[in-house]
């Protein structure tokens, strides 16, 4: 893409306005605090404290609208904690420029390094460095810093208290997860009537996931549907694909294939009943005709072999489903057959996790199999999500990871803290007044990536001019007082919370009006014109720009490491699942945790793969390597290698199996062949598959009896050889020919199965 078409695209999108709904009583909460808050030290201090103070309430109230799955009290307490002691530092040093820029240095350089934790973790650390350069202009003294960071706090800790006493929806964020990981499930139920491999997209699941992971005081305390259904939904993913792929379900046509879609049809119908009941909260109802397809009673003498185990597998599930979310069937004496040994299909117990996440939305892996999924009559189990300072050490250990040259988070911290302090320097040299408008909009709108750092440049310059020249003209036309300007503040405020996830650009809009109003009503910055803050913000808008033109971390140079990355997942998978088969066991065995461990990986590695090539498409850059073409080919291959060993995985077998011993020799083959493929696709040649291929020659021979495990192995090599296909074509646009391979040598044949790529998630 050139740079005239990237900078289109990234003022088209810094100015998109999405269709988000919209939380009223939640924006009213955060409003009536920052209310409580100004108009409480308004009246008992003063202007000035009142404006510190609903800056920390103001800043915790964004932090309660990110996107974690903490409790929203603990990100108010953290967010106006964190802020008031960066204001109390930026208080003591403020009066002496040397020393005032060497701490925004520090901290903004920290800030930067904040991402490693999630975006959580750095959007609240990025506003703490943009409020301290706000809040040290107003007039005060070293002997009153103590208070006004004091007064921050506790406008952070009000806001904590008003999401005790008036909560709104009660575990909705995850509610609204395990919903809509339901509802994808039961619409791929339905897709899979009409096209038998049609794709899937596991974010779903892996927000799901990333919401099961509680504290143990919330664990006591979450609604009793959401404790199970989640890694029963884990389980049912695999039992639909397997149920209507021709290759190892039911027959392409027939009387099989029509039994398999009425079961899908009416999965997908108890799948969205349950999805709705676990939103709202309220009693599962099962339409009728859905569970008397269920209980048709001819499904063992129209289904064989793996299409009825699938479907034997897929009713129970369904049924535990219900069991674990307190169905309330509306037919009459109806009901899906259960299981009679009440256990959750062979998994036995589950383990707590103690694993952590950083709130990113990105699973971790854990060490079991689907970890919420237990018998009614034995203890609750639960993902430990650890506390703040459990984490600290954890993120540490990231950061440090994260200190190397090509780090994209390292590039970010030094790249925002050097434009940061230009932006402070220039700004306080050229003669406008308050120049930290220039500085603060660099650290706001840089982030680590291209896209958003244009973007948000873009849209912060366009909001700020709006709604600095609406907020001025009031003031200048109107000389509100204190408490009008303090009302005014507190209207911009609760419009920003209601308004804030439709688009940055509209959101600036009414956080520039909030700041005018605010230093307004404190007696400061009233003089400064339009005109003034729209140069200062776009100063630093442009100094953001160019800082990255300048000191890039380009994401399309690492998609052959991301796509190497994810073929080395893919084929740890396939092959935990091949080697299952060699060693039939317990499903809650070493040999099943490691099936449950290489699928969390696959994932990640699937939305690390997105996530790269989503912000490459943006970018101004050249392919170096990997074309298009050849990365939507190469995406398609791997799709299709991790839904074949899901297949394999819906069909594993349970202890007291007759082993294939043939599968051990196979799981090993793969396992090195995709670490040398990995390693060939990084340093640009094109993989071979030559052992794996001799794997199934042996095979032929010694006459491998099981059918899941025979076809599974050969449409495992298909894709092995769609991908080195993939990569091979794309060698004249980029890899080197003269290298593929063990020195060149014949193409692959292509592979027969034409199989759509699941979708990622967008960055």
């Known amino acids: 893409m050139s740079w005239l078409r990237a900078l289109k695209e990234t003022a088209r999108s810094g100015f998109s306005i999405e269709r988000r709904r919209l939380e009223p009583l939640v924006a009213l909460r955060g409003a009536a605090g920052l209310a409580v808050v100004v108009c409480g030290t308004l009246a008992l ?17 964004i932090a309660t609208f990110q996107r974690s799955w903490r409790p929203r009290p603990v990100l108010a307490l953290a967010s106006g904690a964190s802020l008031a002691v960066s204001t109390f530092l930026g208080y003591l040093t403020g009066a002496h420029f040397a020393l005032f820029l060497a701490l925004l240095a520090l901290w903004t350089f920290l800030a930067g390094l904040a991402w490693t934790a999630g975006p959580t973790a750095g959007v609240i650390a990025s506003s703490n460095v943009a409020i301290m350069l706000v809040t040290v202009t107003l007039p005060t003294s070293v002997a009153t810093a103590a208070g006004h960071a004091a007064v921050i706090a506790a406008g952070g800790l009000v806001q904590a208290g008003m999401i005790v006493l008036f909560p709104v929806r009660r575990w909705g964020l995850q509610r609204d997860a395990l919903a809509d990981a339901l509802a994808a ?44 259904a989640r890694g029963l939904a884990e ?42 009941a676990v939103r709202h909260g309220t009693p599962v109802h099962l339409a009728p005709a859905a569970v008397a397809a269920l209980r048709t009673p001819d499904t063992e003498t ?7 185990r699938a479907a034997t597998r897929l009713v129970s599930l369904l049924d535990l489903l219900d069991d674990v979310v307190e169905t309330d069937v509306v037919a009459t004496d109806t009901g899906v057959n259960a299981d009679t040994d009440g256990d959750t299909d062979g998994d036995g117990d589950t383990v707590t996790n103690t694993n952590t996440d950083t709130d990113t939305g990105t699973p971790d892996v854990d060490s079991g199999p689907p970890d919420d999924v237990r018998p009614a009559s034995r203890p609750a189990t639960h993902r430990d999500r650890p506390s703040l300072l459990r984490l600290l050490p954890v993120v540490l250990r990231d950061i440090r990871g994260e200190l190397h040259r090509d780090s994209p988070i390292l590039r970010h911290a030094v790249r925002v803290t050097a434009v940061t302090c230009a932006g402070y320097v220039l700004g306080a040299a050229l003669p406008l007044g308050h120049g930290y408008w220039a500085p603060m909009t660099v650290v706001m709108v840089m982030r680590p990536d291209f896209l958003q750092t244009y973007g948000r440049s873009v849209a912060r310059f366009g909001g700020t001019l709006v ?30 919370y209601l308004l804030l996830r439709t688009g940055y650009a509209i959101s600036q809009i009414f956080v520039s009006a909030y700041v005018v109003f605010l230093l307004g009503m404190a007696g ?75 699928l969390l990986a696959t994932r990640t590695a699937r939305v690390a793969w997105h996530t790269s090539e989503e912000r490459a498409t943006h970018e101004p850059v050249r392919h170096r390597g990997l074309s298009r073409t050849a ?38 083959t793969l396992r090195e062949a995709t670490e040398q493929g990995a390693k060939d ?75 759509a790529p699941e979708q990622g998630p967008s960055a």
């Open 45 to 61: 201090f003063g202007p000035t404290v009142a404006a510190s103070a609903a800056f920390g309430a103001f800043q915790a109230g």
């Open 467 to 496: 709604g600095v020249a609406l907020a001025t003209g009031i003031v200048q036309a109107a000389h509100p007082g204190g408490y009008v300007s303090a009302a005014l503040a507190v209207v911009s405020a609760g419009l920003m």
């Open 302 to 308: 129209l289904l064989t072999g793996p299409a009825h």
């Open 235 to 276: 389980r049912i993913r695999p039992v639909l694909a397997s149920l209507a792929d021709p290759e190892v379900g039911a027959e392409a046509e027939g009387p099989e294939r029509d039994r398999v879609r009425e079961l899908l049809a009416a999965a997908g119908s108890v799948l969205d009943s349950t999805a709705r």
């Open 185 to 228: 499930l039961g619409d791929y139920a339905r897709r899979l009537r009409h096209d038998p491999t049609a794709p899937f997209d596991p974010e779903p699941l892996m927000t799901a996931r990333s919401a099961a992971a509680v504290t143990p005081w919330q664990a006591r305390r979450r609604p009793a549907e959401l404790h199970g």
């Open 681 to 755: 696709v990084r340093e640009r040649r094109v993989p071979r598959w030559d052992a794996v291929r001799e794997e199934l020659a042996r095979w032929d021979g010694e006459g491998v009896p099981d059918q899941v495990v025979r076809g599974g192995a050969g449409l495992l090599l298909e894709a092995l050889e769609e991908l080195s296909e993939a990569l091979d074509v794309g060698a004249g646009e980029g890899v080197d020919k003269d290298r593929a391979g063990n020195g060149g040598g014949p193409r692959p044949p292509k592979g027969s199965a034409a199989r």
């Open 524 to 598: 400061a910055g009233v003089s400064q014109t339009v005109r003034d803050r729209a140069l200062l913000t776009l100063l630093g808008g442009l100094l953001a720009m160019i800082a990255y033109a300048v000191f890039p971390a380009w994401e399309t140079p690492r998609l052959r490491a991301r796509l190497a990355d994810w073929l080395l997942a893919d084929g740890r998978y396939a092959a935990a699942v091949v080697g299952h088969y060699a060693r039939p066991g317990d499903r809650g065995g070493p040999d099943a945790r490691e099936v449950r461990e290489t």
């Open 631 to 668: 990365a939507d080919h190469a995406e398609h291959a791997l799709a299709q290698l991790a839904r074949v060993a899901m297949l394999m995985e819906a069909h594993l077998p349970e202890r007291g199996a007759t082993p294939v011993p043939a599968a051990a020799g196979l799981a090993e």
